[in-house]
């Protein structure tokens, strides 16, 4: 049952406009496709006392997403996916993801969207993926040797009249190795980048027999976060690395005699969340407060972030797939 809550005032919390004018900067709302997506601030809640300076990212905000931000109080849910797509005509409890929005509102929990505008964000979603098969993310550790391969970059999809600074922005991209890599080695880097998953799905031609295909080598990828079918359908390179393919999708791909590699829709967005954004966020966080502080000579508990504000990644959020081996009675 909802009840109705007091709120201590009608205004927007400071930590709200601080997390989101960070998360603007970060992945700024023109760079999303305006074509299908709906990014931005979807719920916008007054400010209520007792809730925390904490953030919490998610890929999706499902229930028990929902759940997890309520129970620790944060003040903000980003969430990559939007819970919102479409125009709302009604807000009943009945609807799961109206109902977690109900509640979160009552909660004083906003929710704010950036989608594609991660996508397409230098340094965003696709290059951190880009950085995967290339072995860019391990370049300045021990494992360099072993991991990186030379390389170009390229966007698959330019951004048309991005912001200054963001030219460079664009959605999907094509790495072109200097020397062929063999597609085991690029299976094991996806298995590692991706917070270690326990399977991916490999297409390749149905002429390499058993025993061989680990050691096709690649030399070119087309790489897609999410569903990834209709951006890397065309391209002319050796390997397409995706969240999803349709089965025609990948049955196309490998009689023109590509590799596919899957991962399942979100465990190609998942990692990034701890691996990048949340570093990137803490950090713009902390800038922005400093620059408050030195502009307004004021305290941090005045910005609306005080000494122990957090951003925290989702415990609970994960693909709704899941891969069961033969044998496996419990999970």
Same mark, same amino acid.
């Given at each position: ?146 991991? +990186?391969?030379? %390389? *170009?970059?390229?966007?698959?999809? &330019?951004?048309?009249?991005? !912001? $200054?600074? #963001? ?96 991962? +399942?829709?979100? %465990? *190609?967005?998942?990692?990034?969340? &701890?691996?990048?954004?949340? !570093? $990137?966020? #803490? ?49």
């Amino acid at each position: 049952m909802l009840l109705l809550v007091e709120a201590d005032e009608f205004t927007t919390p400071n930590i709200e406009l601080s997390v989101i004018a960070s998360v603007r900067k970060l992945y700024p709302e023109s760079l999303a496709d305006k074509s299908f997506d709906n990014t931005g601030l979807l719920l916008e809640v007054p400010h209520r006392s007792g809730q925390k300076n904490s953030v919490l990212l998610t890929i999706d905000l499902t229930k028990a997403v929902a759940d997890e931000a309520i129970a620790r109080r944060d003040s903000v849910i980003i969430t990559y996916h939007p819970i919102i797509f479409r125009g709302l005509k009604s807000l009943k409890l009945g609807n799961s993801q109206q109902n977690s929005l109900l509640r979160l509102a009552q909660e004083g929990i906003s929710v704010y969207s950036p989608h594609t505008a991660v996508d397409a964000a230098p340094g965003g979603l696709n290059d951190f993926l880009a950085d995967i098969v290339t072995g860019e993310r391990w370049r300045n550790t021990e494992h360099a040797a072993n991991y +990186f391969s030379p %390389n *170009t970059r390229d966007v698959i999809t &330019q951004i048309k009249d991005a !912001p $200054a600074g #963001l030219e460079k922005a664009g959605y999907g991209r094509i790495v072109r190795f200097y020397n062929p890599v063999k597609l085991h080695v690029l299976k094991e880097r996806i298995h590692l980048g991706l917070n270690e998953l326990p399977g991916l799905s490999v297409a390749v031609p149905q002429s390499i027999p058993n025993g061989e295909k680990g050691n096709i080598e690649i030399s070119s990828i087309g790489i897609c976060a999410g569903s990834g079918g209709s951006m890397l359908g065309g391209l002319d390179v050796d390997l397409l690395f995706t969240g999803e393919l349709s089965h025609h999708e990948a049955l196309a791909a490998i009689e023109q005699g590509k590799c596919c590699i899957t991962a +399942f829709h979100s %465990n *190609t967005e998942r990692a990034f969340l &701890q691996t990048r954004m949340r !570093p $990137a966020l #803490l950090s713009e966080l902390e800038k922005m407060v400093e620059e408050q502080e030195i502009e307004d000579m004021t305290d941090r508990d005045q910005v609306g972030l005080d000494g122990d504000f957090e951003v925290s990644v989702s415990t609970v959020d994960g693909d709704p797939f899941e891969i069961i081996t033969r044998g496996q009675t419990s999970w």
